[in-house]
């Protein structure tokens, strides 16, 4: 679904600006491994490390996403290599601002169409831009125009994304400047083997706040104020010149965590069950770890920490996720090992890359 409305989006859109050939192409799609949980017996290579990409011998259908964002990251890279392919520099460059406005724009519509027009975007603006303190689109935006292969599609999307007339404007903020990570700090992934719905839950979350316009958007207001309180604090250390312990970063972060099981216990949504609220407090009780959350829309995906840059630290992690059975609910999530990800902090959003280097993956036989 993902592919085929990207794929839409995207050459009704290359269609429409100076009218290209659109001549046939291959396509190979790769997924890094820490979009998905990694088995135990993940095969090793002569040169003992993990393959970057590894043939997990399922279908999509049927693998643990980690919570990263996939399917945005999908989306944005599919539809970024796409418009470099087919239209020249001076149309499309998304090394500009221009270009990666459009490009935000394009994929933002595109993600939105596929998976129903839920979820609050950060995650396509964070493909396209890296860490970045965002602000929502209003979603009347993307919600009333047409279809793709209907009438005035074509002339509505390209006003979309050049953000042309009443149509195409578009109210998003990305800050970059906002959002620092502090010299000596760094953020790291816990995987669960779990996985989460993330559009039957950011539905059912919406619903509930319907419901309950007042309590709901005071919950909000105070959820807002936390992540932005987090993000001055991070900026703040990381433009210090002093030493510190932290503690006023512990706070900020239970304080998001606080409205975080709120929002859970009011909405009866598991945005931080139980399970993880015990691995999270286990998490943050080790030396060097100033807290951590369940990220995105949360569930039974994985966990972010932000946690000292140093060996120590992350071995101590790993004696305890070593052991660690991550115990599901009742509600048929049965949880499996716990495994840090290789992935961390990215300031730097969308780049493109030589082919060259991905050529191993190219061949359709390789495992």
Not at 61 to 66: C, E, N
Not at 98 to 112: D, E, I, S, W
């Amino acid at each position: 679904m993902f592919i085929e409305t990207a794929l839409a989006y995207a050459l009704s859109y290359i269609t429409n600006v100076g009218n290209p050939i659109v001549t046939p192409a291959a396509i190979t799609i790769l997924a890094d491994n820490d979009y998905y949980s990694t088995p135990a017996e993940l095969t090793l290579s002569t040169s003992g490390a993990a393959p970057r990409f590894h043939n997990f011998a399922v279908p999509l259908s049927k693998a643990h996403k980690t919570g990263l964002g996939s399917s945005a990251a999908l989306v944005t890279a599919f539809t970024a290599a796409l418009l470099t392919y087919y239209l020249p520099k001076d149309v499309f460059d998304p090394t500009t601002n221009v270009g990666k406005r459009r490009l935000h724009n394009l994929a933002q519509a595109a993600h939105c169409a596929a998976q129903g027009k839920v979820g609050s975007g950060f995650d396509v603006a964070s493909a396209v831009y890296g860490s970045c303190l965002y602000r929502r689109f209003s979603p009347e935006i993307l919600a009333d125009h047409v279809e793709p292969g209907k009438p005035n599609f074509v002339a509505q999307l390209r006003d979309i994304v050049e953000e042309i007339g009443d149509v195409g404007s578009w109210n998003t903020e990305v800050r970059k400047a906002e959002v620092k990570v502090p010299s000596g700090l760094r953020l790291v992934m816990c995987d669960v083997s779990c996985g989460s719905q993330t559009p039957g839950m950011v539905k059912k979350v919406l619903a509930w706040r319907k419901e309950n316009r007042a309590e709901a958007d005071a919950l909000w207001s105070e959820l807002q104020q936390a992540n932005e309180g987090l993000a001055r604090e991070l900026r703040s250390v990381a433009e210090s010149k002093t030493s510190s312990d932290h503690r006023a970063l512990r706070r900020c972060f239970d304080r998001i965590r606080s409205g975080v099981r709120s929002m859970s216990e009011k909405s009866g949504v598991p945005i931080e069950p139980p399970s993880q609220t015990k691995l999270l407090d286990a998490c943050t009780a080790v030396p060097g770890v100033f807290g951590g959350v369940v990220p995105g829309a949360g569930g039974y995906d994985a966990i972010s920490l932000l946690i000292e840059d140093d060996a120590e630290t992350l071995a101590e992690l790993r004696k305890l996720l070593s052991g660690w059975n991550f115990q599901g609910e009742s509600d048929g999530h049965a949880g499996g090992r716990v495994s840090i990800l290789g992935v961390r902090e990215e300031m730097e959003g969308v780049k493109t890359e030589d082919a060259l280097a991905y050529g191993e993956w190219l061949d359709s036989s390789w495992n």
